[in-house]
């Protein structure tokens, strides 16, 4: 990284490559790659990938960040959310701006969704909140998605036998 500009924050490039996919973030059925904003904008910005790791069961269950900005741009595939009382399918190059403090709930995903995440500030808070309706049942995922979704779980728990 280089000098600072004037508030403070440092040019980053990170390549593919560069940062692992983790299997330990806010939801066990996803993968994130962090793309080194938070440590570029030190903490005031995350900008991360996310991608479906197992197939879809729960969800995430009702929720709202503490956050000051939001946006989820799909990149690949497809995600289900209800926001508020409103289910929404979210398809690759969608953009949703998620106001803050709007309760959703991510509830079904296709097998190779992947959406770039951005968040201010980059430690924002998640809360749990009552469910304003019902949520729909998620489809399952045809047999051979479940099968490479385990694949990939090995690979990330065993990298070494990959
Ligand atoms: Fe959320």
Redesign the pocket.
Known sequence: MTASSENGTLFSHVKEGDTPWRSDGLRDFFLYRDLGVADATHGRVIAHLVKANKPPEEG?GW?R?VADFQIVLMTKGWAKFMYEDQETLVKAGDCVH?RPGIR?Y?FDYSPDMEYLEIVSPAMFG?VDTDAPCEVPTPAAWPPQAIAAAQAQQDAQENPQAA
């Open positions: 995430t929720h960040h998620q959703h991510l998640t």
